[in-house]
């Protein structure tokens, strides 16, 4: 391995194509540390670099055909963490709630209401919302 750790940018295509055990020893380290700078969570990181490392595998025949194999990994990489990252923003999203105050403006009748509350003493402040706002019978009030 050259001595700046980024590997051998040479072709593959004139060299044998190496085995998937030898490049993986070879190659965990890069895209480890290529992805904890991606996704900055030591954990994560090593999720990624596995999950690339089996895709990699899936495809090894494409893959080390390539021409500049530590350029086709981490591209592998970066787009397994992209497409992690819009799964995760996706559920997300499905998983949220819409926003309550999407709704029509009322802010008139919102300060009303606030402030009539706020004269109520504590007891009767909690019964009107536990009644009106959180539609609970009287009986469970």
């Known amino acids: ?18 085995s998937f055990e030898a490049f993986a020893q070879a190659s965990q380290r890069r895209l480890y540390r290529t992805a904890y700078l991606l996704c900055g969570d030591p954990d994560t990181a090593r999720d990624l ?25 981490r591209t592998v990489l970066t787009r397994t963490y992209l497409a992690e990252r819009r799964r995760r923003l996706r559920d997300m999203l499905a998983h949220s709630r819409p926003d309550p105050r999407s709704a029509p403006d009322h802010t008139d009748l919102r300060v ?11 007891r ?17 009030v």
Do not use: C
């Open 1 to 18: 391995m050259p001595e700046n750790g980024r590997g051998s940018e040479a072709p593959r295509r004139s060299q044998a194509p190496e």
């Open 112 to 122: 009303t209401l606030i402030s009539a509350l706020a004269k109520l003493p504590p």
């Open 124 to 140: 009767a402040r909690a019964m009107v919302v536990l009644r009106y706002w959180e539609d609970q019978s009287v009986e469970s």
């Open 49 to 73: 670099t596995q999950t690339t490392l089996a895709k990699l595998f899936q495809h090894w025949r494409r893959a080390s055909a390539a021409d500049h194999i530590e350029a086709y990994a």
